[in-house]
T-cell receptor, first 115, second 117 residues
């Protein structure tokens, strides 16, 4: 089955620094997604990418859908303490033009921001 | 405008008991998805349901686990004869029908933390 390798596993940074994390896959996905999960909560969607090569921003977050459709990265600029959490990449296939509900998640990147 | 509601938030069961986890999708959403998250891991897909239909159960263990999404009422994930390895966070998501996570409101609930003692 599909597997997503997410790196790094954890990051410890100072407030104000930029952060970069990425995901690679052995399979092609039609959609790449980036989620943030706070302790005791479900994942919250940050950015969705639908086209190979697409570069999308959401405030201080920027994500790109790799040309090969097998990778994606997420950048966070000028980190702040509330950026702390676990960040997950996820891939989705679309089969036959209908909603194919399965998301495949990476293992997560634990981000710690020191004030 | 309530989001995806899961209950209970925490559930403790002894080995051999049954666990029933409930998920009420967002208003207007007809598709429900269940995921399991073990500590320090990503979410793993279990099952995808529409009203009264199981669309994809490729991630569901063949034994002891079942899911339903009846015409009326919440979706239920049922685990029979629980074992310690079933301890995990179980998340439900719901969406409108259609393609694209963002455009069809694929939203996760806050999860049920199951502990088997």
């Amino acid at each position: 089955g599909q597997q997503l390798n997410q790196s790094p596993q954890s990051m410890f940074i100072q407030e104000g620094e930029d952060v970069s994390m990425n995901c690679t896959s052995s399979s092609i996905f039609n959609t790449w997604l980036w989620y943030k999960q706070d302790p005791g909560e479900g994942p919250v969607l940050l950015i969705a990418l639908y086209k190979a090569g697409e570069l999308t921003s959401n405030g201080r977050l920027t994500a790109q859908f790799g040309i090969t459709r097998k990778d994606s990265f997420l950048n966070i600029s000028a980190s702040i303490p509330s950026d702390v959490g676990i960040y997950f990449c996820a891939g989705q296939l679309a089969v036959g033009g209908t909603s194919y509900g399965k998301l495949t998640f990476g293992q997560g990147t634990i981000l710690t921001v020191h004030p | 405008n309530a989001g995806v509601m899961q209950n209970p938030r925490h559930l403790v069961r002894r080995r051999g008991q049954e666990a029933r986890l409930r998920c009420s999708p967002m208003k207007g959403h007809s598709h429900v998805y269940w995921y399991r998250q073990l500590p320090e891991e990503g979410l793993k897909f279990m099952v995808y349901l529409q009203k009264e239909n199981i669309i994809d159960e490729s991630g569901m263990p063949k034994e002891r686990f079942s899911a339903e999404f009846p015409k009326e009422g919440p979706s239920i994930l049922r685990i029979q004869q629980v074992v310690r390895g079933d301890s995990a966070a179980y998340f439900c998501a719901s969406s409108l029908p259609g393609t694209g996570v963002k455009n069809y409101g694929y939203t996760f609930g806050s999860g049920t933390r199951l502990t088997v003692v």
